[in-house]
Structure formats: structure tokens, C-alpha cells
């Protein structure tokens, strides 16, 4: 293999973990056709995987060829990409929390400690917050680098490819980062388990009305200052509902915008049982 390395020897034998940790800290290639031989059997085989992935989840602008991205051999296709469909990667990525648990490793003992795995994105060592994803070079290439960093409840994504410079791909990302920071915030709309303002009546129970809670947490991506005039919630609840009552039980749907555009729709749920009430007079009055 070309490229970066950890020299792998035959017979030798890691773990999944650790080759991962080769792979994203470290770049190395030949843990990559590693990892894809034990996934898939064979990197053709890997390959197709990749492709049929970044499909799946909206790539439109992006074909792999190769498990490594290093320079093609004459005859074969070099690997593309666009910014946005690495942003869209990146994305997916962050469903996973160990992914991050690799990518913001400064540096990893690997064979016994008989060698440094030094990540290659030097974010995580100069921008706050920093903990991923991943770098790329070859010369036609360029520098690359697709950078995350979390601040509090907002995590943002940058992507520079294409630097002619060393070291100005970490040096835009950051500035990108920073003017995300300094000009956006995730705004809090619903907290999972927490009540809203609102009352539903309960009929036939000794309970007059629940307040049905947010079944999921919602935020919304805006500037600052904007939460107040751009975000709206709208409820869409029955004026009753008839005991018995289920604790988790969905009593309707909250729609959350902003500026008018659709953010979210979650969930409304009961917060507790509700039992049907024992007395017959109230049962024969929620009947009228």
C-alpha cells in the first residue's frame, strides 16, 4: 500500500476497534483494505457497499472506485466528491457515537505501543470543541479536511477541499466554525418529558384533563436573537379524550417552524394512567 500506513504484517491480528483507530486517526490504508476485506470479503465488494450507502443517504454528487482514495493507477477512475455530499456524510457519521470516540483521539498507542497513531486532523488539538472527522490528501487532490466541533448544544460541520497549501484547510475550517459559533445557536424549542402549556379533558374520570408532554427533544438552527419572531409551535390536540388513559399514550402532534418552514413534528404523549372513574354519576354525565 501507498500512503499513509501502520504496516501491517501477515498472520498479524487486531482488533476491529483498533484497526478503526488506524483508519481514522492515523489514515492508515492498508487498515482500510483490511477492515474492507473482513466486511465485505474482497474491496471490489466494499466498494459497491460504499456506493450503494452514499446513495441511500443523498449523495448525489460523489462516486467511490477505491477503499483508500489514494491517487488511481493509470487505467483506473480517481474517487469524487462534492463539499455538500461530504457534509451529508458527515452527518450520518455522527448518528455513531464511536466514530467521534475515534476521530478526536490526539494520539493512540498501536502494536503493543511499539507505535504512535498521531491523528492527522490537527483541529483536535487547536479548536475548541473540535472532535472530528477526518483529513484527505493526495496532489491532485489537495488538502482536505471535513471538520466537526460541539459547543454547548450546537454542533456544526465545516468542509474545505481542495487547499493548495498545507495546513489552510485546518485554517479556513476553523474560521468557519468560529463565524458559525459567534452567529448561530441551537434553540431549545421542547424537552423530552416536559409538559406543555396546554389541557386536554379527560372524560369519564375522576381527572378533569392531563397535560400531555413532548415525546422528543426539538431544537431549531437559527441566528441569535431570531427565536422569538421566526419559531412557532402549533398544537394539534382533541378538545377530550375518554379515560382509561395510558401513560405514553399519544394524545396528538406539535408542528415546530421556523420562518415558516416545517423544523419538526413531534410527538404529544399522556403523562401518566388515567383509570376510568369508579363513580357511576360521573360516568353517565361524560356519556352527555
Not at 114 to 143: E, I
Not at 177 to 206: C, R, W
Not at 266 to 274: E, T, Y
Request: proline letters at 4%.
Amino acid at each position: 500500500m501507498g500512503g499513509s500506513q501502520v504496516y501491517l504484517k501477515e498472520g498479524e491480528v487486531f482488533s476491529l476497534d483498533d484497526m478503526m483507530k488506524a483508519v481514522v486517526v492515523h489514515s492508515a490504508n492498508d487498515a482500510s483494505v483490511a477492515v474492507a476485506e473482513y466486511v465485505a470479503g474482497s474491496t471490489d465488494s466494499f466498494v459497491v457497499m460504499m456506493n450503494q450507502q452514499a446513495a441511500a443517504i443523498g449523495m448525489k454528487d460523489s462516486h467511490y472506485y477505491s477503499v483508500s482514495g489514494l491517487p488511481p493507477a493509470k487505467g483506473e477512475s480517481a474517487d469524487v466528491a462534492s463539499a455538500y455530499d461530504q457534509a451529508i456524510l458527515a452527518r450520518a457519521l455522527l448518528k455513531y457515537p464511536d466514530v467521534t470516540r475515534w476521530s478526536s483521539i490526539d494520539t493512540a498507542p498501536f502494536r503493543a505501543g511499539t507505535f504512535v497513531l498521531r491523528n492527522t486532523n490537527h483541529m483536535v488539538r487547536t479548536f475548541p470543541g473540535c472532535d472530528g472527522l477526518k483529513t484527505g490528501f493526495y496532489d491532485k487532490a489537495g488538502f482536505n479536511v471535513v471538520a466537526t466541533a460541539k459547543r454547548n448544544d450546537l454542533r456544526l460541520i465545516a468542509v474545505v477541499l481542495g487547499s493548495g497549501h498545507k495546513l489552510t484547510n485546518f485554517k479556513e475550517a476553523s474560521e468557519m466554525l468560529s463565524q458559525g459559533f459567534l452567529n448561530y445557536e441551537m434553540h431549545q424549542v421542547a424537552k423530552k418529558g416536559a409538559p406543555i402549556a396546554q389541557s386536554v379533558a379527560v372524560t369519564g374520570a375522576d381527572t378533569a384533563s392531563i397535560k400531555p408532554v413532548w415525546g422528543g427533544d426539538a431544537g431549531v438552527f437559527i441566528k441569535h436573537g431570531d427565536a422569538s419572531s421566526a419559531i412557532k409551535v402549533g398544537y394539534n390536540l382533541p378538545a377530550s379524550i375518554a379515560a382509561p388513559v395510558k401513560a405514553g399514550q399519544q394524545i396528538g402532534t406539535a408542528n415546530v417552524t421556523a420562518s415558516g418552514k416545517p423544523v419538526a413534528t413531534i410527538a404529544l404523549l399522556a403523562p401518566s394512567d388515567v383509570a376510568k372513574s369508579t363513580s357511576l354519576t360521573k360516568r353517565l354525565f361524560s356519556i352527555f
